[in-house]
Structure formats: C-alpha cells, structure tokens
C-alpha cells in the first residue's frame, strides 16, 4: 500500500538560502509524526510545501496520492491546517466561521451542519459556538483553529505547532484533543517541544538546518542512540574503596564519582555495555562490604538528549 | 462558482459587522446628496436645465467615487495579509481566481447599493421638472463603469501590500493620475497627442455616457479596464509562488 504522504528530495531556497535540503520522509495511514526541529530548522516550509501554500525548489511530494505540485486544487482537499500564528476571522463568530470554511472547503450543502456540529462537539466549542472569534482566549482560538481543520473531515492533519503560546492546562486539553483526533486520520505536528512528541507521536522526524538527521519512532531513537547503559547510585561508606570494587564488577566501562566531599554520601554513576544489567551485581557487591546502599536506579536518557547529541554531534566533532 | 459566491458572501458581511462599510455607504450618500442639494437650491444651475444639472451632478460625483474606494477596497487583501488569514484561505480548494473575484464583487456589490441609494436624487428631479430619463440611466451606466474601474483598481493595490493605508494611498494615487491625464488631453496643442491622453483618462468614456451616449467602445473599455487590474491581482497574490 502508498503511503499516505510521501515526500521525495525536498529543497527549498529563499534566495541563496536554503531553507530545507533533500528533505524525504514517509508517513503511513494511521500516524501521528511529529517534526521536530530547534527554531528556523525549515518545519513550517516543510509544511507550507505539503499544504500548497508555497512550491519547493525541486523534489516531489504527494499527499493522500495527489501530486502536490501537479494537482495543488486535489491535494488541499485532503488537508485540514493550522498555521502556527492561527490565523482567523477575528470579526466572524465561531458558527459563521466555520461555516464559511466548511463551505469553501467544498462540503456539500447538506452535510454542512452534520459536518459542523461534530467538529465543534469534538473540540469541545458547543458553549462558545456564537461568540464572536475576537473574544475568545488563546486555548479556545487554538480549538477553533483545529476545528476548521477537521470540517472536511480531511485525511491528513497538518498542525504548526498547535501548542504554542498556551497555559499548561490548555496545552495539557489540545494535546489530549490531538490524540483523539488519530486512529484513522494522519496527523503531522510540527513543534520544539520535545515531551510533546514522546507523549502524542509514534513517528518523529527530526530535522536541523534543513536536513532529516533522524527518523523513526521516538522508543526506537531513544534505544538507538543509547549505547550503554547508565545507573546512578548513591552509597554511605569510603569513597575510594567504594569507587575501587565498584570498577571490578565484570561489565563496567566507567565509574564516575559525582560528589567529591568525603562527608556526605557518595555519588557514583556507573557506565556499562548495553547488554548487561549492572545493577544487582552493584547491589551485591556494596552489602557484601558492609556500606549503605541509599538510592540505585538506571537512568534512561530522554529524548531531549538525544535531540541535543543530534543537533549538537558535528560541533562535537571537531578537536579542541 | 460556488466558492466564488461563498468568498462574496463572507466580504459583503464583513463590510457590515464593522462600521466601515456603513460609514461608506454613508459619506458617499450624504456628500451626493449635499451636492445635489447645493445645485438644486442655486438659481443659476437651474437655469441650466435638469439635463446639465445631472450631468454636472454625476461628474462631481466622481471625485467623490475617488475619495470613497480606496476606502472600500483598501481592506481586502491587505488585511487578510497582515492577519495571516491568507495563509488559510490560500490552503483551502480554491483557486486564487475565485478569491480575487468574489472580493471583488462583494465590493462592487456594496457600490451597487450606494448607487441604488443615489438614484433618489433623479426621482426628485423628476417631481419638478421633466428630465430625459434614457439620458440619466446612460448616465449611472457610465457611473456604475467607472466605479467598477475604480474598485478592481482598489482590489490591485491592496493586493501588493501588508498594509491598509499603503493599499488605500496607493489606489488614490493611481487613479488620480489617470484622471489628471484628461486634463493634459484638453491643454493639448497637438491633436494627437491630444488623442493619446484622452485614451489614458479613465474618466474621457464616462463622459460620453453622461451625454446619453452608449458606445460598445467605451463599454469594452471599462470591461477591459476591470479584466486587466483583476488578472494583475491574481497574478499578484500568486507572486508569493515565484519567490
């Protein structure tokens, strides 16, 4: 079977600026795939390309198996978005707005107002549906926002950083809104915010100065990218000879003493190859000499690491 | 069609939820009506007969017609351009011939009204004297062409900036100079050269029609006029595409 969006060897210039470079990447029915990228890394080009707002350079798309570039009219039918600013009729009320979207995004007349009281049931907008867009805050712009979106009932989603500028509890609803919307319709999400991505998505898309680094599904990056394992343990008791025995547990790469007063209790993080759980062994080793164990736990690295050792690998690179 | 309409209905509504479209319609027809007033009560105009009356009556009207469209049309891009809007209605099915065209009928719809509104002034007319009537409907025929002109005009320049006043200034400004080139057509020495301003005035083909003159010339002019600016402006709203 297609893919539902298929992106082929994107690039895009503003001037001599090249805003994306061969950007390729595929996205199943189904999918929430978030974009990820630190600002200016070329995710709202990417998605102003996809919607037909702007055309690339050179490469090719398609969308829901229309040719993005060849059938612009085809494809924005099977695309609802939502630009980052949100940008609405603030002079139009949010039954007429709609409405008006519903009516220029070709739903036939008579499902109009099926189409619309579902969207505006399933953003959660039935008590606000005749106030003035104007009015309303942020959060419940946002759910306009997505509201118009969905009208016509579109294949793809296409959000630009759908949670930005919100309270926390307004992020907390879109977020939980946004999930609702997968199962059967694709969703591309655009954003910065790194937990974002490992709560809604199951497909991330990590791109800097234009160019994919990574692609895949963020349990997978995070599993790819840790090369070892970590446990951090925090032991009452000598130092020094706690940090010897420590080093002759079979498996070991590293010891690294956190804390250097001899006081208080010791710190150590401990590094091991990937394949080998350290952790009794440590345990073990630490009852069998008589201290306290205080605290063992293995320390997973998060996603944000992982952005940071991607986006950050070529500086890392180069000798000092 | 469909979406050309539902682009109109939105514009013409949105003309009305803020008190500019009000206060347009309302300007041009208390100016309109303050002028046909002044002429009325002036024994000497009087003298002159009903037919010069509504001649001299329509052609100030003109410069009102100036000073009002930029006003309407200022906001129909620009604004949506500045909001961000754009981006939206740009991603939707449409094709950016239906956006430009239903804007630009929702604003001559709105000159339409204050036109209809303005039609009382030859009723009155008719009620103490006995005017040619043929001659006053060719007349706002004219009228009603040269402010279409005016309006797709309007719709151009708003088309090419972010900003409302720019787009406003801009429309004034161009039109004003095509009106003025009349003006160096009758200080003209040369006939031809007398021939070839007389061309570039957008207000030389009004003029016949207030003399109760239909030429398919002049009509084919304003028509042409009105297809020229509106094929600018869609190729100006797809520009973004070529950047």
Same mark, same amino acid.
Request: with cysteine; proline share 5%.
């Given at each position: 079977?297609?893919?539902?969006?298929?992106?082929?060897?994107?690039?895009?210039?503003?001037?001599?600026?090249?805003?994306?470079?061969?950007?390729?990447?595929?996205?199943?029915?189904?999918?929430?795939?978030?974009?990820?990228?630190?600002?200016?890394?070329?995710?709202?080009?990417?998605?102003?390309?996809?919607?037909?707002?702007?055309?690339?350079?050179?490469?090719?798309?398609?969308?829901?198996?229309? &040719?993005?570039?060849?059938?612009?009219?085809?494809?924005?039918?099977?695309?609802?978005?939502?630009?980052?600013?949100?940008?609405?009729?603030?002079?139009?009320?949010?039954?007429?707005?709609?409405?008006?979207?519903?009516?220029?995004?070709?739903?036939?007349?008579?499902?109009?107002?099926?189409?619309?009281?579902?969207?505006?049931?399933?953003?959660?907008?039935?008590?606000?549906?005749?106030?003035?867009?104007?009015?309303?805050?942020?959060?419940?712009?946002?759910?306009?926002?997505?509201?118009?979106?969905?009208?016509?009932?579109?294949?793809? $989603?296409?959000? &630009?950083?759908?949670?930005?500028?919100?309270?926390?509890?307004?992020?907390?609803?879109?977020?939980?809104?946004?999930?609702?919307?997968?199962?059967?319709?694709?969703?591309?999400?655009?954003?910065?915010?790194?937990?974002?991505?490992?709560?809604?998505?199951?497909?991330?898309?990590?791109?800097?100065?234009?160019?994919?680094?990574?692609?895949?599904?963020?349990?997978?990056?995070?599993?790819?990218?840790?090369?070892?394992?970590?446990?951090?343990?925090?032991?009452?008791?000598?130092?020094? $000879?706690?940090?010897?025995?420590?080093?002759?547990?079979?498996?070991?790469?590293?010891?690294?003493?956190?804390?250097?007063?001899?006081?208080?209790?010791?710190?150590?993080?401990?590094?091991?190859?990937?394949?080998?759980?350290?952790?009794?062994?440590?345990?073990?080793?630490?009852?069998?000499?008589?201290?306290?164990?205080?605290?063992?736990?293995?320390?997973?690295?998060? $996603?944000?690491?992982?952005?940071?050792?991607?986006?950050?690998?070529?500086?890392?690179?180069?000798?000092? | 069609?469909?979406?050309?309409?539902?682009?109109?209905?939105?514009?013409?509504?949105?003309?009305?939820?803020?008190?500019?479209?009000?206060?347009?319609?309302?300007?041009? =027809?208390?100016?309109?009506?303050?002028?046909?007033?002044?002429?009325?009560?002036?024994?000497? #105009?009087?003298?002159?007969?009903?037919?010069?009356?509504?001649?001299?009556?329509?052609?100030?009207?003109?410069?009102?017609?100036?000073?009002?469209?930029?006003?309407?049309?200022?906001?129909?891009?620009?604004?949506?351009?500045?909001?961000?809007?754009?981006?939206?209605?740009?991603?939707?099915?449409?094709?950016?011939?239906?956006?430009?065209?239903?804007?630009?009928?929702?604003?001559?719809?709105? =000159?339409?009204?204050?036109?209809?509104?303005?039609?009382?002034?030859?009723?009155?007319?008719?009620?103490?004297?006995?005017?040619?009537?043929?001659?006053?409907?060719?007349?706002?025929?004219?009228?009603?062409?040269?402010?279409?002109?005016?309006?797709?005009?309007?719709?151009?320049?708003?088309?090419?900036?972010?900003?409302?006043?720019?787009?406003?200034?801009?429309?004034?400004?161009?039109?004003?100079?095509? #009106?003025?080139?009349? #003006?160096?057509?009758?200080?003209?020495?040369?006939?031809?050269?007398?021939?070839?301003?007389?061309?570039?005035?957008?207000?030389?083909?009004?003029?016949?029609?207030?003399?109760?003159?239909?030429?398919?010339?002049?009509?084919?002019?304003?028509?042409?006029?009105?297809?020229?600016?509106?094929?600018?402006?869609?190729?100006?709203?797809?520009?973004?595409? #070529?950047?």
């Amino acid at each position: 079977m297609r893919s539902l969006i298929e992106v082929e060897h994107l690039t895009k210039f503003y001037g001599a600026f090249p805003a994306i470079q061969d950007i390729s990447f595929r996205v199943e029915k189904g999918d929430i795939m978030g974009f990820l990228g630190p600002n200016a890394a070329g995710k709202t080009t990417t998605m102003r390309i996809l919607t037909c707002f702007m055309p690339a350079t050179s490469g090719n798309a398609r969308v829901a198996g229309c &040719d993005i570039f060849s059938d612009p009219l085809e494809t924005r039918r099977h695309i609802g978005y939502l630009p980052e600013s949100v940008p609405l009729y603030t002079d139009m009320s949010v039954f007429s707005y709609l409405k008006f979207m519903a009516c220029v995004k070709g739903v036939p007349r008579k499902q109009r107002n099926g189409r619309i009281a579902s969207v505006i049931d399933s953003c959660g907008l039935s008590e606000r549906s005749s106030d003035l867009i104007g009015h309303l805050s942020k959060g419940y712009r946002q759910r306009v926002g997505i509201a118009q979106a969905l009208v016509h009932d579109p294949d793809v $989603l296409i959000l &630009d950083e759908p949670t930005v500028g919100l309270d926390p509890k307004q992020i907390n609803e879109i977020r939980g809104l946004i999930k609702g919307l997968g199962g059967n319709r694709t969703i591309v999400l655009s954003t910065h915010i790194l937990p974002e991505v490992a709560m809604i998505c199951n497909k991330v898309v990590i791109i800097d100065e234009g160019k994919v680094i990574a692609m895949d599904s963020p349990e997978n990056l995070t599993q790819q990218l840790m090369q070892s394992r970590r446990v951090r343990i925090i032991v009452r008791g000598p130092s020094i $000879l706690i940090e010897e025995r420590l080093k002759d547990i079979p498996g070991i790469k590293r010891v690294e003493r956190k804390n250097p007063s001899e006081d208080a209790p010791c710190v150590f993080e401990l590094e091991s190859n990937l394949e080998i759980d350290i952790r009794s062994s440590a345990a073990a080793q630490i009852v069998k000499n008589g201290w306290e164990l205080l605290e063992l736990r293995s320390i997973s690295m998060s $996603l944000e690491d992982i952005f940071l050792k991607l986006t950050t690998k070529e500086k890392e690179a180069i000798p000092l | 069609m469909k979406n050309t309409f539902a682009i109109f209905m939105k514009e013409l509504k949105s003309y009305f939820v803020s008190p500019m479209g009000y206060f347009v319609v309302a300007a041009f =027809f208390c100016l309109n009506s303050l002028m046909f007033y002044i002429f009325m009560s002036e024994p000497e #105009w009087r003298a002159m007969g009903s037919m010069r009356l509504m001649r001299a009556l329509l052609t100030n009207e003109c410069f009102i017609l100036l000073l009002v469209v930029p006003a309407m049309t200022m906001r129909l891009f620009a604004e949506e351009k500045k909001s961000g809007t754009i981006e939206l209605l740009m991603t939707c099915p449409l094709r950016d011939s239906e956006v430009v065209l239903g804007k630009y009928l929702a604003a001559l719809s709105l =000159f339409a009204m204050m036109l209809l509104l303005c039609l009382i002034h030859p009723f009155i007319l008719s009620r103490v004297s006995d005017p040619h009537w043929p001659t006053i409907l060719s007349g706002y025929l004219g009228f009603f062409l040269l402010g279409s002109a005016f309006i797709s005009m309007g719709t151009f320049t708003s088309s090419l900036t972010r900003s409302q006043l720019i787009a406003a200034l801009f429309c004034f400004g161009i039109l004003l100079v095509l #009106w003025i080139v009349g #003006w160096i057509a009758n200080l003209a020495q040369q006939p031809q050269i007398k021939e070839v301003f007389k061309g570039l005035s957008v207000l030389s083909p009004f003029e016949s029609f207030t003399k109760g003159i239909i030429s398919l010339e002049n009509i084919l002019y304003y028509i042409s006029f009105v297809f020229y600016c509106l094929y600018l402006t869609v190729k100006s709203v797809q520009a973004k595409k #070529w950047r």
